[in-house]
């Protein structure tokens, strides 16, 4: 019984493993540190950092642009993070996600209350304003665009990175 | 081997429950955030009774409600919801619930909720004719099903409740005629029974930001002045005032600084306005624009057609932000937000000349974890900051005479 059991178990967690390999990526927590773990984390690669939010009328236009800019350059990291304040939506922050093509990338959501001290570890100067784009380059260098960014820009940008490489 | 896969996949299978797990413990911490008490809130909004009662509307566990003090915020009455359910309130950064009490006691109240997925906001409202015994069936300010949120009340000498909000109607008839629609319209109303009605909904100004609060007031009988973030020519989102000539016509925009703040996007960042009995506007506002970046103060001697030169507020490095500015009788008092890296705390400047020279800033208050905006409330003889606060709960603190 006990064996049956246990087999049973073995078999939901290998349904739920091949379930979960499929899936999408969860949305991770941006807690306190987290910011400094990206730059660790990305150190000597292009990244684009976005800021973003699910009330924020210029990011649900500028969202599906990125998800495109994304799929366009599999060199630049693209990492996400919804910067609401709590109490926030995961469900509707992935669902966002999901339909700007967004589902793979790296994908935060604020996760600490103390949205100043978040914002404080990220950049003193930013006051909440999103959406933001913080553009990382190989040698760390950081340039912020604040509101919607201009695809543009951005491919400037990659094609700056990709060309130093 | 099948051993060592199998190990594999399981631990395959945690990787991404970490995120998740972590998540969830977050939702079951905040799971005490879910009672509707004062101790609970987010947001917190105060306003004094003619009597002297201070009252409290506050946002907690998806709920609004009420609670009255004698003793100057030290003890409160027991709470009265005003919602009948958990709704999912607009917990937008800028958002809180408004109340005003007239005269004769009754309370007026307003505040957002999310009406939808995809975020559009309702503006509802409700009010208590037995003193907050009890508080009337939350009603929509307008019959318009389009977006509404970041609503505002004031209450003229008269009684009437005058309401102000941001409202996205107009983007419908732009998207029929293939016309690109920005921000959203200044809408208002008023009220002449005390709050149990309002009048049909007006356009005061098209086309301004739709992510900041409002700062209203009234300048004379009749003659509600509203600062607001506008958007002027090319984008920018710099601030405006606007006189109403009364409660049924709108005045002229004008222009409070030229911060040259072009941004497309939600800076989650509205302004102040006090009038003091001598007529002088006083405004504070934040900015990020070409011409000057961080918190602001100017005030106007000619009903909001021209303001002084912005005064910068706060240290810069310490990222100051929420500005609340209120004209009382011993001064014109500011206060804001600063964060040092571990702690906020709340900066007070006071101006006994009618905004000309102002007080070294001083901290009146601070708190290590989130807190609400501070705002300044005055019983007629004296003004106090009301911050609601995480770690330390909700506080009223007398802003002293001598800074």
Redo the contacts between chains.
């Keep these: 019984m006990r064996r049956r059991f246990a087999g049973i178990v073995?078999l939901g967690?290998?349904i739920?493993?091949?379930t979960?390999?499929g899936?999408a990526?969860?949305?991770?927590?941006f807690?306190r540190g987290t910011w400094q773990s990206v730059l660790k984390g990305h150190a000597g690669r292009p990244t684009l950092v976005h800021f973003w939010?699910?009330?924020?009328?210029?990011?649900k236009v500028e969202l599906p642009l990125l998800g495109q800019f994304a799929k366009d350059h599999p060199g630049i990291d693209v990492i996400t993070i919804s910067a609401?304040?709590?109490?926030n939506l995961?469900a509707?922050t992935q669902s966002m996600l999901d339909k700007a093509g967004l589902s793979s990338t790296e994908n935060f959501?604020f996760?600490d209350?103390?949205?100043?001290?978040l914002?404080?570890e990220i950049d003193?100067?930013w006051?909440?304003?999103?959406?933001?784009t913080m553009l990382i380059s190989r040698d760390g260098t950081i340039t912020t665009i604040?509101?919607?960014a201009e695809i543009a820009d951005l491919e400037k940008w990659s094609g700056q990175q990709l060309a130093t490489h | 081997m099948v051993r060592i896969g199998?190990l594999g996949?399981?631990a395959?299978?945690l990787l991404?429950?970490t995120?998740?797990a972590?998540?969830h413990g977050?939702h079951a911490s905040?799971a005490a955030?879910e009672e509707p008490t004062l101790r609970r809130a987010t947001k917190v909004t105060p306003a004094f009774g003619p009597d002297g009662t201070l009252w409290l509307v506050w946002m907690a566990g998806g709920q609004v409600s009420v609670a009255s003090s004698q003793d100057a915020g030290r003890s409160f009455s027991a709470p009265i919801q005003v919602t009948a359910k958990r709704l999912n309130l607009d917990?937008?950064?800028d958002a809180r619930p408004k109340i005003v009490v007239d005269r004769k006691g009754g309370i007026a109240l307003a505040f957002s909720i999310?009406r939808d997925?995809a975020?559009n906001g309702q503006v509802l409202y409700s009010r208590s004719g037995d003193g907050g015994k009890s508080f009337a069936e939350l009603k929509a300010i307008t019959a318009n099903n389009e977006s509404q949120r970041f609503e505002a009340l004031a209450l003229d000498q008269d009684g009437t409740i005058f309401a102000a909000w941001l409202d996205k109607r107009n983007r419908v008839p732009a998207k029929e005629a293939g016309q690109k629609y920005e921000g959203a319209g200044l809408f208002f109303a008023s009220s002449r029974d005390g709050g149990a009605t309002y009048t049909e909904a007006g356009l005061a100004r098209d086309n301004t930001c739709?992510?900041c609060r409002l700062g209203l007031t009234f300048v004379a009988p009749g003659r509600a002045a509203v600062i607001f973030r506008n958007i002027f020519d090319g984008g920018v989102r710099d601030h405006a005032v606007m006189t109403f000539t009364d409660v049924a016509t709108p005045g002229e925009v004008h222009r409070v600084s030229n911060d040259d703040w072009q941004?497309?996007?939600?800076?989650?960042?509205g302004p102040s306005l006090t009038v003091a009995p001598n007529g002088t506007y006083h405004v504070a506002w934040?900015t990020?624009g070409k011409a000057r970046?961080g918190l602001f103060y100017a005030h106007s001697r000619d009903e909001g057609r021209t303001f002084s030169a912005p005064m910068l507020l706060g240290q810069?490095?310490r990222?100051p932000?929420r500005p609340y500015v209120l004209a009382g009788v011993a001064g014109t008092v500011m206060v804001w937000?600063e964060?040092d890296?571990?702690k906020?705390s709340v900066q007070m400047t006071i101006s006994r000349d009618d905004g000309e020279t102002w007080s070294p800033p001083k901290t009146i208050s601070s708190t290590t974890?989130?807190s609400d905006h501070p705002l300044l409330v005055s019983n007629g003889r004296q003004t106090y900051l009301s911050w609601m606060t995480?770690a330390d709960g909700y506080r009223l603190t007398a802003i002293e005479d001598q800074p």
């Design positions: 073995g967690i290998l739920a493993s091949v979960m390999l899936a990526p969860a949305l991770k927590p807690e939010g699910v009330t924020c009328g210029p990011c609401d304040l709590v109490p995961p509707a959501i996760s209350g103390f949205v100043e001290r914002r404080f003193p100067a006051q909440g304003d999103i959406p933001r604040e509101g919607s | 199998l996949i399981v395959l299978a991404p429950g995120a998740l972590q998540m977050q905040e955030c917990w937008g950064p999310f997925e975020f739709e992510c941004i497309n996007a939600c800076p989650h960042h934040y990020n970046k810069p490095g990222n932000t937000k964060f890296g571990e906020t974890d989130t995480k």
